[in-house]
């Protein structure tokens, strides 16, 4: 699997899960579409950081917690679709300036910011 480098799992009806840990394990990953599956859990910081990623879209699932982008994201990472979350708090680092959607989750409704 370390050669793989896109992911689409969307729209399959698994039961209800934590975060997978192999995400983890997909250093060549550039892709990662993890919509509609009802995961859950807090996106792991460490996701951001592998350095040929440029896409991860994982809206309409039931993460929560805090999105973390940190500060060692890849500089490849043009897009972050968290839509339609759990997500309670948000903590950017290191000036990240490309697409963020995080409408729908609760941290926007506490704000008063429901926008993309």
Do not use: H
Request: charged residues 15%; negative net charge.
């Amino acid at each position: 699997m370390e050669s793989l480098s896109y992911v689409d799992m969307s729209n399959n009806s698994f039961d209800a899960t934590d975060v997978p840990t192999w995400f983890s394990t997909l250093p060549s990953l550039t892709t990662l579409v993890l919509e509609y599956l009802r995961i859950r859990g807090q996106i792991p910081t460490t996701l951001f950081s592998f350095p040929p990623l440029q896409t991860a879209r994982l809206r309409n699932n039931k993460f929560n917690g805090t999105l973390n982008i940190g500060t060692e994201y890849s500089s490849q990472l043009e897009l972050v679709d968290v839509q339609d979350n759990n997500i309670e708090q948000f903590t950017l680092g290191g000036g990240y300036k490309n697409q963020l959607k995080l409408a729908g989750n609760p941290f926007c409704e506490q704000s008063g910011n429901d926008e993309q």
